[in-house]
């Protein structure tokens, strides 16, 4: 089994401390799970950062993440090399334009893209859409450049079905543009007009609309639109990151701190390198721009360089199967806990990995899943796991060495308190 980062002495032994305090109290279980592997970072520190958790000693409480790579959680854990990268991207300085299409280049190698796509590394997928939308607005007028979110002289309508509306609305909207909702290829057909900018997609939303991803390319290509697919959280499969680029996707974004395990603070725009080099002058660190705000460092775009290079390389079957390795054996202890019950699940796009959905019986159990979701945040160790009208969701994909046994433990023990 090859996990992600090399299995050191203290790994090992730390997963051993949490096999055997499986009958120990949550707090010391806790204590062995959240050392977790070895990391270069692990410096010593004198003053802040002393004690190795820089969150505690600023009184906030870690958590165990059961729910995936959240953004608001912090996304997921950086690989160790990459923090290595980064801190020897720290130790010179460069013409930043410079290393970003020096960085675009060695990622099309890296991702064998097809002729004539590069990638630019973006602090998150959500710059990565607004820079490149504004590039398609704005191609390489200055005057333009400077001039948004005001469109004078410019495209300004973006189309987008109506469900794959979400939280990133506001990316697209900040150019300036006014998003159009459509639903059947007819209203599509209806809504094409001189003001068209973009196509805009939004992969894990496939299912959701009635034009799937192949088809909304399909069409723009017929109508000479560019179009844009959101595929922030959509590997693995790590196929992803060149799959849209092979279909003929103008422009793909990703999120370089989900599960590759990138800087946080790092995206990648994929796409046409005429579309790659207008979203960059749109960007920082080019001044008076609208993406001067989305500052991305040379570290990110080292880290981002790394984080692909490793992800690349990854035994991702493997990975797959400890992911699996770990809901079993939650799933194991829940016969523990009487009237509990469970079922798994892979979602098509984003987070496609393993899931665990716990159910239990109300006449047996009384507990509401928010309430269940809510007192394992509050306990301690603080568990993230997400909840709906039917139970508790969990995947394993961000879990430290160990830590499926504290929830394991943690579940047992909630559900027995509340058995009638
Ligand atoms: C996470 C996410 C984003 C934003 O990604 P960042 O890298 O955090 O900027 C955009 N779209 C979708 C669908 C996402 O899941």
Not at 33 to 61: I, W
Not at 151 to 157: H, R
């Amino acid at each position: 089994m090859k996990l992600n980062s090399k299995p050191t002495r203290r790994s090992f032994v730390s997963a051993l401390a949490a096999l055997g305090a499986a009958i120990l109290s949550p707090r010391k279980l806790f204590a062995a799970a959240s050392r977790g592997p070895a990391r270069p970072a692990d410096a010593k520190l004198s003053g802040f950062g002393a004690s190795g958790n820089v969150y505690e000693e600023l009184g906030l409480t870690t958590v165990i993440n059961g729910q995936g790579t959240m953004t608001v959680l912090g996304g997921s854990l950086m690989r160790p090399e990459v923090e290595a990268a980064m801190a020897l991207a720290s130790q010179h300085f460069c013409s930043i334009p410079e290393l970003e299409v020096a960085a675009g280049k060695r990622i099309a190698e890296m991702l064998k893209l097809p002729p004539g796509y590069t990638g630019l590394v973006t602090s998150g997928a959500a710059a990565a859409m607004q820079s490149g939308l504004a590039g398609i607005l704005t191609g390489d007028n200055e005057q333009f450049i400077q001039q948004l979110p005001d469109l004078t002289g410019m495209k300004s309508e973006v189309i987008i079905q109506k469900s794959h509306r979400n939280g990133f609305d506001h990316q697209l909207r900040s150019t300036g543009v006014k998003l159009i909702e459509i639903e059947t290829v007819a209203d599509l057909r209806r809504a094409v007009n001189p003001k068209t900018a973009m196509m805009h997609f939004s992969n894990f939303a496939n299912a959701a609309g009635q034009i799937k991803v192949d088809e909304w390319l399909k069409l723009s290509k017929e109508c000479k639109i560019p179009c844009f697919n959101d595929a922030a959280a959509d590997t693995p499969p790590v196929s992803h990151l060149w799959d849209y680029a092979n279909m003929g996707y103008d422009l793909i974004a990703f999120s370089g701190g989900k599960a590759i395990r990138g800087p946080q603070c790092a995206g990648l725009l994929i796409g046409r390198k005429d579309l790659a080099a207008y979203a960059l002058l749109n960007n920082s660190p080019h001044e008076d721009t609208l993406g001067r705000s989305q500052k991305v460092g040379k570290e990110e775009i080292i880290g981002m360089i790394k984080a692909l290079e490793s992800y690349l390389k990854e035994d991702h079957d493997a990975l797959t199967k400890e992911w699996w390795r770990r809901l079993d054996s939650i799933s194991a202890e829940m016969s523990r806990a009487p009237g509990v019950s469970t079922s798994f699940s892979v979602p098509d796009v984003a987070n496609h990995v393993p899931h665990l959905e716990i159910h239990w019986d109300p006449r047996h159990i009384s507990l509401e899943p928010r309430e269940a979701a809510h007192q394992l945040r509050a306990g301690k160790p603080s568990i993230v796991l997400a909840s709906n009208e039917s139970g508790l969701i969990m995947n394993s994909f961000m879990l430290q060495p160990g830590e499926e046994k504290v929830i394991a433990e943690r579940l047992v023990q909630l559900f027995r308190a509340h058995s009638a």
